[in-house]
T-cell receptor, first 117, second 111 residues
Framework: GAVVSQHPSWVICKSGTSVKIECRSL??????MFWYRQFPKQSLMLMAT?????????EQGVEKDKFLINHASLTLSTLTVTSAHPEDSSFYIC?????????????FGPGTRLTVL | QQQVKQSPQSLIVQKGGISIINCAYE??????FPWYQQFPGKGPALLIA?????SEKKEGRFTISFNKSAKQFSLHIMDSQPGDSATYFC??????????FGEGTQLTVNP
């Protein structure tokens, strides 16, 4: 149990286009989902935290108009990179936290490799 | 105060040896300490986690040792195998809040 999926697993796009990444919790309900960005050989950098049905909370320095997050249901969150540029190329990872207090664990998706040409 | 310091940055161990990765924290409000394993091109996977009311937790070849007074915790991998070669991240969290990650340790287990 506790599987988180991401789609697509990799995407290549042209500069100026928008890309949507989906994150789903497959076998549990997630009240909270997180989006991370990871550069090669570095740790995970939290971009934003989203709770189902409410606006996402962005970390300092993350442009909310560029990285649009929608947490539409207890099993789905999406990250849209708008007007992507080469510097947005990175590995994007989502994570979901189970709603049951006893668990309190956070499970990660397999990541999405974004390359902007 | 939210930082988690992880060491070493990289570690090379022979097959069958013990791999030890250390983490230190400052925030005494942290109450959950997980370790994640990440293979190249994949997302992190929860390996083992501990809460501060326990000094040690063992799951198979993986053991977390927790020293509350020193504000340190470590991951021990016994009988290390080439398949354990990955990047390991320690993390810490205040209940209900977000995870704070260490910088990561790249482990290489030589056959």
């Amino acid at each position: 149990g506790a599987v988180v999926s991401q789609h697509p697993s990799w995407v290549i796009c042209k500069s100026g286009t928008s890309v949507k990444i989906e994150c789903r919790s497959l076998d549990f309900q997630a009240t909270t989902m997180f989006w991370y960005r990871q550069f090669p050989k570095q740790s995970l950098m939290l971009m934003a935290t989203s709770n189902e049905g409410s606006k996402a909370t962005y970390e300092q320095g993350v442009e909310k108009d560029k990285f649009l997050i929608n947490h539409a249901s207890l099993t789905l969150s999406t990250l849209t990179v708008t007007s992507a540029h080469p510097e947005d190329s990175s590995f994007y990872i989502c994570s979901a936290r189970r709603w049951e207090p006893a668990y309190n664990e956070q499970f990660f998706g397999p990541g999405t490799r974004l390359t902007v040409l | 105060q939210q930082q988690v310091k992880q060491s070493p940055q990289s570690l090379i161990v022979q097959k069958g040896g013990i791999s030890i990765i250390n983490c230190a924290y400052e925030n005494t409000a942290f109450d959950y300490f997980p370790w994640y394993q990440q293979f190249p091109g994949k997302g992190p996977a929860l390996l083992i986690a501990i809460r501060p009311d326990v000094s040690e937790k063992k799951e198979g070849r993986f053991t977390i040792s927790f020293n509350k007074s020193a504000k340190q915790f470590s991951l021990h991998i016994m009988d290390s195998q080439p398949g354990d070669s990955a990047t390991y991240f320690c993390a810490a969290r205040v209940s209900g809040s977000r995870l704070t990650f260490g910088e990561g340790t790249q482990l290489t287990v030589n056959p």
